[in-house]
T-cell receptor
């Protein structure tokens, strides 16, 4: 199993809603991370979890709240988002000794 | 900080060879990745260079010159399915293997 699975694939939410994005991998990777990608732009790193602990937060607004319940799961909780937060949110994982990072297919988020 | 520069867009003909260049400036270089991303899909890993020289993998090759802060991705025998964005990335925060991406080069292959 070399997959990173993200749900949902598409999400439309209002600015007052609370929603969560989910990411799952069963490759035994101990580093998991969230990227945000706007159209025609490269992915931008948001958060990194290493061994289920938040190790990197790239100055992301507090309306984005990550959570790593266990070594296979990574969530991104969303609250009071703005329309400019609409983007593709990518989850990825890697193992420290393995170079390749595996990406999920992403959640296409639209904030209305 | 890190600064990665690549051309925004390139076009090439099916069957041809194309070279996508990437220059970078980073504090403490630890390695450079190339990823491919088709529209609407996840990035997929192509190559990783940490030492100077050429790494060949089938139709794709990647070159690195650390002294020049320069890399290129060479695609041979281009196919229509190679139309995608090619992302140059350096090794991320704390020396991790987490890629920090450049803006990407959109390659269009036409018949």
């Amino acid at each position: 199993d070399t997959e990173v699975t993200q749900t949902p694939k598409h999400l439309v939410m209002g600015m007052t809603n609370k929603k969560s994005l989910k990411c799952e991998q069963h490759m035994g990777h101990r580093a998991m991370y969230w990227y945000k990608q706007k159209a025609k732009k490269p992915p931008e790193l948001m958060f990194v979890y290493s061994y289920e602990k938040l190790s990197i937060n790239e100055s992301v607004p507090s309306r984005f709240s990550p959570e790593c319940p266990n070594s296979s799961l990574l969530n991104l909780h969303l609250h009071a988002l703005q329309p400019e937060d609409s983007a593709l949110y990518l989850c990825a994982s890697s193992q420290g000794t393995v170079i390749e990072a595996f990406f999920g297919q992403g959640t296409r988020l639209t904030v209305v | 900080g890190q600064n990665i520069d690549q051309p925004t867009e390139m076009t090439a003909t099916e069957g041809a060879i194309v070279q996508i260049n990437c220059t970078y400036q980073t504090s403490g270089f630890n390695g450079l990745f190339w990823y491919q991303q088709h529209a609407g899909e996840a990035p997929t890993f192509l190559s990783y260079n940490v030492l100077d020289g050429l790494e060949e993998k089938g139709r794709f090759s990647s070159f690195l010159s650390r002294s020049k802060g320069y890399s290129y991705l060479l695609l041979k025998e281009l196919q229509m399915k190679d139309s995608a964005s090619y992302l140059c990335a350096v090794r991320g925060p704390g020396g991790s293997y987490i890629p920090t991406f450049g803006r990407g080069t959109s390659l269009i292959v036409h018949p």
